[in-house]
């Protein structure tokens, strides 16, 4: 039941009382029922042996500040329900005095398992003189005293005067207050300059044990930083404090507690607000120094720890994100030595934010499809300029097309899976782009720009627009399959598994995926007419693919250079190691004779901080799609691939035949401006981007991870419509 590990002194009120209830239901009727006073007296046994007083600041305590302040705990039984006695008020107050410390218990924090040694005892047996030792990294500090105990504190006290001077000199210099942090009002320190050389050592307990506990605290943040070095650092406390030769780590405390450690100014007010599936979200604000960060979860728990996160990404740079945790496995830095595989949280939170901002905005007035289990969305910065991002599309759904309903004219959507679609719209949107250089007056509001170094691709994207993809998961396939739990981003113990990487297929009207391994062969049109499963390569395979053939497509790739993924969001189930080996990790040392530009690209990976909860309801079977510049939604039936009022999507293949048959016509700088009809042979006309295929699909072979499974050729052998 009580686990003694479990530290009751951090919070003493709480187990005491979840220990003893019903002591303390009793204390209420002993204080306030002269009958059931007359019972008897109140137990003894419960005294309160264990508890540290708790008392408010006062001037006459200088160790008090803000530093010492502790979120305000979560008491199952609240202390205004049980009116207490006087003395037992200091229990309800929120700050606590840490007990004094002598040197040997700060010196044993800094270093554990110091052997004290008697070094000599001399004078008479009743005034005896006792000299003890102590080895602190090789180098050894004697202390005397009258007893034994003193002696160790004095030898302690010489040990911790001389690490200080060690490092700093024989002076410290006074705390200069950075960032909002309270730690300077200790009045000894503002007094200017110590000299711990002549200080005393009862003197010298109270310094340092401010000079520690903001030691530890920043210790927290920097798990390989030496004590010594971070009460030292204290001196110049600021944003940098959490990073160490420049790499950041993972505080390995609480988001919410370390928010209040390091701003006074905290405040936290919670709103309920209804998701969008009658799942009952919470939304926590929090106020720090007038700024307003947002959190939402499924319990007020973990919308606060969200809204925390999200202040200390933006005030102070400190990410939660499981990226951040080493990981054995992935190869951290990419191209060069600089770039990380990480997006900023503060970027990643925007991306997410305005994914669903847009998609609650578009929804309206069609709520009845906003039902949903997977969401996705594309966003474009230029420059990284997050505060002008834009949405370029939204889009839900977790289906592929049924084989009955497959089109010989490229008229319906075979995936409808979220993140597929949104990159169909993606290409809507990049299509319109290449149609304003259709028209001089238009030309300059395009993000196309004519390319001037390899007219092999007569147009390429301006330098600095990047697009970014949210998923609010993992993506199906390789990249979810081994991480089901939320909080699971240890470090994958069976990397070398045949099963991690494996190319697999959606199930025709399912949601799982199986690998291709199973189901050898090509797929024929009157197989799956007769019944046989129509297979869809999972949306992890897909993301690979377009990490290395990019995300225009086989058309437009005889137009533009071919566009890559800057960073990849996900709202929930981020695995770091399995997310990179998904995307594009498994292929990376087998991929080779890329014609250039193509290349392997490694998008950057992040988790937004208020993550999507996992959403158990049965996923509709229809998905929604819009694209930057649309009036409003499409929904489409993902099992027959049309629109629910049997329309032809505005993201089919063949639609975006006609928009290129358009552009081969009218856009300005095409060299060959002879178009087949046929759909299929305009594509495999695009030798580049067929090159670069078939190297993706050779590498999945040579990493012996499966075949990639095309649809039935038939699909693609429709011509452009009269
Ligand atoms: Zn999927």
Redesign the pocket.
Known sequence: MFDPKYSYRRRPADVFQLMYPSYFRKRHYYNNDSFARSLGPRPTIYRRRFVRPLLLPTPDHPNMNGYSRKSPSKRRYEGSKYPVLPKKKPRTGKERIPQPKNTVAMLNELRHGLVYKLESQTGPVHAPLFTISVEVDGQKYMGQGRSKKIARIEAAATALRSFIQFKDGAVLTPLKPTCNLDFTSDEHLENGIVNYENISTDKLVPLLDALFRHAKFIKKLTPFMRVTDCALSMTNVNKSAITVDGQKKVPDKGPVMLLYELFNDVHFDCSTVDGAQNNCRFKMTVTVNNSKFDGTGPSKKLAKNAAAKAALASLCNISYSPMMHPQKNVPLPIDDKTSSMELPQIHADTIGRLVLEKFMEVIKGQESYSRRK?LAGIVMTEDMNFNEAKVISVSTG?KCVSGEHMSVTGAVLNDS?A??VSRRCLMKYLYAQLELQCSQTTANQSIFVRNQDNGQYPYKLKSGVHFHLYINTA???DARIFSPHENDTGVDKHPNRKARGQLRT?IESGEGTIPVKSKEGLQTWDGVLQGERLLTM??SDKIARWNIVGIQGSLLASIIEPIYLHSIVLGSLLHPEHMYRAVCGRIEKSIQGLPPPYHLNKPRLALVTSAEPRNQAKAPNFGINWTIGDSEVEVVNSLTGKTVNNQISRITKQMYFMKYGYLMKNLPGIPNRKLTTDYGQTKERVKDYQIAKKELFAAFRREDLGSWLKKPMEQDQFALPE
Do not use: R
Request: aromatic share 0%; charged share 20%; net charge neutral.
């Open positions: 997977v977790t899976h993140e597929i993506p199906c396939g959606k999972s949306c």
